[in-house]
């Protein structure tokens, strides 16, 4: 069984689109995150949620909006899709909030905005 | 700020040989985790080895040790007895105690070469 898993593995839409993608962790953690890598492989939190409540929301438009409805599951969802984008967007997960806490990540969904 | 360095875009080694990652940090946070992390060309992210601010002794797991010297800020990792499956690319990371997030360097690409 995958621990980390996401849906949908590659995703491509048009610019303006609204766009969801989903996140499940069966590993029992109660903190997931979401990451995203550029075309440079430079990777960036966007947000954490930590049983349910928010508690990292870094410098993301306000088009990004995640959803928490249970410690298993984050969701991000993007409105008016832009070409900038297009990126790859990783979901994680660690057992608690704590700074030597291992971050287990899912495998990636590959957002290409045309 | 918090600020990770690594200062090789791309490394060559021949299988069955060792090779050194450099990576260095930059926190005045006394309690801080740094992480490495593999993404091969398929493009998880999976965890390798980690290191905790007050560890006395370097991580090590099987083939990968983590030279840490704290006084230098600098977290290496070693890959010993290299094989073609460590073609990926590195990623060096930290988190601190009051910032949960990970912080990730720009990542080192490995060849192996038979």
């Known amino acids: 069984d995958t621990a980390v898993s996401q849906t ?13 993608i989903k996140c499940e962790q069966n ?6 995150y979401w990451y995203k890598q550029d075309s440079k492989k430079f990777l960036k939190i966007m947000f954490s949620y930590n049983n349910k409540e ?33 990126a790859v967007y990783f979901c994680a997960s660690s057992q608690i909030v704590r ?13 290409l905005v045309l | 700020a918090q600020k990770i360095t690594q200062t090789q875009p791309g490394m060559f080694v021949q299988e069955k040989e060792a090779v050194t990652l450099d990576c260095t940090y930059d926190t005045s946070d006394p309690s801080y985790g740094l992480f490495w992390y593999k993404q091969p060309s398929s493009g998880e992210m999976i965890f390798l080895i980690y290191q905790g601010s007050y560890d006395q002794q370097n991580a090590t797991e099987g083939r990968y040790s983590l ?16 094989q073609l499956g460590d073609s990926a690319m590195y990623f060096c990371a930290m988190s601190r105690s009051n910032d949960y997030k990970l912080s990730f360097g720009a990542g080192t690409t490995v060849t192996v070469r038979a």
């Open chain 1, 54 to 86: 928010l508690i990292i929301n870094e410098t993301v438009p306000n088009r990004f909006s995640p959803k928490s409805p249970d410690k298993a599951h984050l969701n991000l969802h993007i409105n008016s899709l832009e070409l900038g984008d297009s």
């Open chain 1, 8 to 20: 949908p593995k590659y995703l491509v839409t048009q610019m303006g689109n609204d766009k969801s």
């Open chain 2, 67 to 82: 030279n840490f010297q704290k006084a230098r800020k600098s977290a290496n990792l070693v890959i010993s007895a290299s």
């Open chain 1, 99 to 111: 700074a030597g806490e291992t971050q287990y990540f899912g495998p990636g969904t590959r957002l």
């Open chain 1, 27 to 32: 590993l029992g953690h109660d903190t997931m």
